[in-house]
């Protein structure tokens, strides 16, 4: 079975930009998690979705947004970026919502210039 | 209430000995303890995870410790091998709650 796979993998944008990321589960999983993976703060959850609903937001900023679509997939976007916005953003697929075991995809690193 | 502490923030040991990577948690109504191993370029893997009702969950070289009352769970690492040399992070959840509490992280070096 396939993992989660998230596109792209690097991008490079530059401060006031704004950037989409895609994540696709696990097949067969229906919730997706994203965090923010950074040196200074480690990984911090920024939201999750089930069913096409946001279930539960992290301590982001509203820049910072998802959708998730019916076929599980997930998207998330930053709007405005700012230079502290480079991370590794870390997509996770779980099976079913509430279901606490997640696996993570190899993340999109992005750079702010 | 929602920090996991992690230590080490690094560690070296010589291949064949055993790690051991310590992680502390404040809020008592987590009831979901997963470790991940993290090589560089790639995202965090799922080692192995153990919930409150058990003390000890062994997988492999690979074995959870968890001390309920203390509030303290430790991966153990027997028989250490360089391709163990990565970043491993202690998580904790709350079963219906998807969102995950990551340690700091601890580098681990195993020296061959």
């Known amino acids: 079975k396939a993992g989660v796979t998230q596109t792209p993998r690097y991008l490079i944008k530059t401060r006031g930009q704004q950037v989409t990321l895609s994540c696709s589960p696990i097949s067969g999983h229906r919730s997706v998690s994203w965090y923010q993976q950074t040196p200074g703060q480690g990984l911090q959850f920024l939201f999750e979705y089930f069913s096409e609903t946001q279930r539960n937001k992290g301590n982001f900023p509203g820049r910072f947004s998802g959708r998730q679509f019916s076929n599980s997939r997930s998207e998330m976007n930053v709007s405005t970026l700012e230079l502290g916005d480079s991370a590794l953003y870390l997509c996770?697929?779980?099976?079913?919502?509430?279901?606490?075991?997640?696996?993570f995809g190899p993340g999109t690193r992005l750079t702010v210039l | 209430q929602q920090q996991v502490k992690q230590s080490p923030q690094s560690l070296i040991v010589q291949k064949g000995g055993i790690s051991i990577i310590n992680c502390a948690y404040e809020?008592?109504?987590?009831?979901?303890f997963p470790w991940y191993q993290q090589f560089p370029g790639k995202g965090p893997a799922l080692l192995i995870a153990?919930?409150?009702?058990?003390s000890e969950k062994k997988e492999g070289r690979f074995t959870i410790s968890f001390n309920k009352s203390a509030k303290q769970f430790s991966l153990h690492i027997m028989d250490s091998q360089p391709g163990d040399s990565a970043t491993y992070f202690c998580?904790?959840?709350?079963?219906?709650?998807?969102?995950?509490?990551f340690g700091q992280g601890t580098r681990l070096t195993i020296n061959p």
């Open positions: 153990i919930r409150p009702d058990v």
């Open positions: 998580a904790a959840g709350i079963q219906g709650a998807q969102k995950l509490v």
């Open positions: 809020n008592t109504a987590f009831d979901y």
């Open positions: 996770a697929s779980s099976l079913d919502f509430g279901v606490v075991t997640q696996y």
